[in-house]
């Protein structure tokens, strides 16, 4: 590998990873960068070539290695426990939670540049993270972070496609058509007309996906500030980073909601390859369709129920709590409302992941924001409670295999608090933030030649007659 040195920090870092195996491989070519190159499209380009090398050895001599086995009850249960595809920004264990490149989100809060002395993260750092496994200094993030406002610009035929649908349709509705506008100025596309080498689609990708990732802020501002403020629209910050910008253009200035969207954005970015939006991003891809036409596919699977919209029913559900039952609800009060959600045949919105098995780690560091920032919060304080209520409840009823809280059980609170009290928009928050991995890993498909992703199906006959045979052999 060539990258050989690192600083004293990450050093202690891995001497603390490698007393874990399963770590220590996802950290073999990570390391904190010096200042010395600034510009992120040159690190690509001299590590691109080593990973196609990687990727080329791994299936020359590993191809034919079994991952597992597939049963009736993966193809039956949505794909779940099947492994099946290659993403390479982030790895999600069960018990630990997500790891982006190697570094879990406590270390990430430790070891990427932030805005103050012990600030969250900026999510300029996370995006050079993701894209070139190695730590960046605060150097380049500040030189990424000038890249993307200057690619900050939209056209105005993005927000008269914006326009043209009622103010009333849902924020995620505006905001993926707003994206589907950008896809005009593609340069993956112009390139692939003009006809352009396969070794070098990861070149005009590059270009579309940080354009991509510099403009969704700015379009999702206009859908919040069209709905909930009358129009009136809020100039960028030159002065400001990525995350305390989108704070910005969407209305909200004080430095505690400033620091919020940095954790936000960095922490709701990526969560491994298999989720709807990721999937489906990686997907659609993989027909070559352009990072725009895959981001707007992908937050059409993020405005799903059961994926990015379940952020906005869980404020909706916590304050249907405060509603029946008042602020200081007891925690008895507390769980004869959570069983009777249970009992009427709802979820409680919150709880539960389709990977994890433990508390998610995303939950634990909004949670120690808002001890820091906001700890007499009345939402906080019954989300709190509800921390401690609804595990047991979920565990004794038998049917639920993590009864923890995930992501979503915080975020809305938080918001709630500085005043973004609009849940039916938060999933174009999450989309926003979705954008730097799903882009980051488009940039790697590209680079690293994946193919069209086309698994087979099958159907109940064929199961049907194929488990009657196995069973008679």
Known sequence: MVFLRGVLALSRLRSRVNQQSNRSNSLRWLQTQSSSDLDL??????????????LKKLKAEHGKVQLGNIT?????????????????????????GIRFRGLSIPE?????????????????????????????SKAQVDALSQELRSRAVVPDYVFKAIDALPVSAHPMTQFATGVMALQVQSEFQKA???????????????????????????????VYRRIYKDGKIIAMDDSL???????????????QMQELMRLYVTIHSDHEGGNVSAHTG????????????????????????????ANQEVLLWIKSVVDECGENISKEQLKEYVWKTLNNGKVVPGFG??????????????????????????????VSKLYEVV????????????????????????????GLTEARYYTVLFGVSRSIGICSQLIWDRALGLPLERPKSVTMEWLENYCKKAKAA
């Open 41 to 54: 499209h040159s690190q690509l380009k001299e590590l691109i070539p080593e990973q196609q090398e990687r």
């Open 72 to 96: 009736v009850d993966m193809v039956l249960g949505g794909m779940r426990g099947m492994t099946g595809l290659l993403w390479e920004t982030s790895l999600l264990d069960p018990d630990e």
């Open 108 to 136: 990430c809060q430790k070891l990427l540049p932030a805005a103050k002395p012990d600030g969250e993260p900026l999510p300029e750092g996370l995006l050079w993270l993701l894209l070139t496994g190695k730590v960046p």
């Open 192 to 222: 692939y007309e003009k006809g352009i080498p396969k070794s070098k689609y990861w070149e005009p990708t590059y270009e579309d996906a940080l354009s991509l990732i510099a403009r969704v802020p700015i379009v999702a501002s206009y």
């Open 241 to 255: 980073d990525y995350g305390g910008n989108f704070s910005h253009i969407l209305g909200f200035n004080s430095p």
């Open 282 to 309: 990686h997907l659609v891809g993989s027909a070559l369709s352009d990072p725009y036409l895959s981001f707007s596919a992908a937050l059409n699977g993020l405005a799903g129920p059961l994926h990015g919209l």
């Open 353 to 382: 992941h389709g990977v994890l098995r433990k508390t998610d780690p995303r939950y634990t560091c909004q949670r120690e924001f808002a001890l820091k920032h906001l700890p007499d919060d009345l939402l906080f304080q019954l």
């Open 391 to 418: 595990p047991p409840i979920l565990t004794e009823l038998g049917k639920v295999k993590n009864p923890w809280p995930n992501v979503d059980a915080h975020s809305g609170v938080l918001l709630n608090h500085f």
